[in-house]
């Protein structure tokens, strides 16, 4: 899903939507999801993801390696809108567009801004230690990815998969994945302890000036009120 390439992208990026605050991206990305959620017309939402879709190209996210990730929620999305479908097609493409709207609200977010500004943000909202859980969640999540491309390669090269046995795939694959599982548990063990050690009180220390508004808030400050001004004339 070129996790690790998303936040590569969102540090080393240098585009004006990379430069505003996490804050500010943070109400865009929550400006958009409640018009996702409030507005029932088709036309606002067309405008909003076609807007989205703009700032991604401006910022330097390229579609054609992340468009992917927009598919998924669409996917989900049309197989819940055909199954409540009634007489009309306006509420599927209603359902399909909402859908793509908040992912790529979503993607603009992550793929442009860090994830420690974003967590640090939610410590404005959330007690520090959900936040906490939150981040080291995180990190966890890119060293179980990583040991799981190299549990995959292992296979492969061991000859563990083969395209035309779906029954030693299945086998080997749920080794794999128990194998996985074991090494997750000792990964938060051994986290947990080094915490410990170290002294862990509630509240982890950000650095970076996620918290300092700069000249360049005024991009995602001026989105929110487009986005809310044409869902409100339309």
Known sequence: MHLADID???FRGD???HKASALSKLIFAAVVISVVVVTRKPLPLVLTLSFLLALLFMAGVPLIKFGHL?????????VFAFSRIGGSWLPVTLVIVKSLTAASALLLLIATTGAPAIFACLRLIFPPLIVDALFITYRSF???LDELTNLFTALKVKGGYSAANLVLNLRNI?????LLLVRSLETGERMYKVLVLRGYQEGLRFGGRWYQP???DLGPLLACFLVLAWVVIL
């Open 8 to 10: 590569y992208l969102a």
């Open 15 to 17: 585009s004006f939507w």
């Open 70 to 78: 927009l598919f998924f929620p669409a996917l989900f999305g049309s």
């Open 142 to 144: 890119f060293i179980l």
């Open 174 to 178: 749920a080794g794999a994945l128990g």
């Open 214 to 216: 700069t000249r360049y």
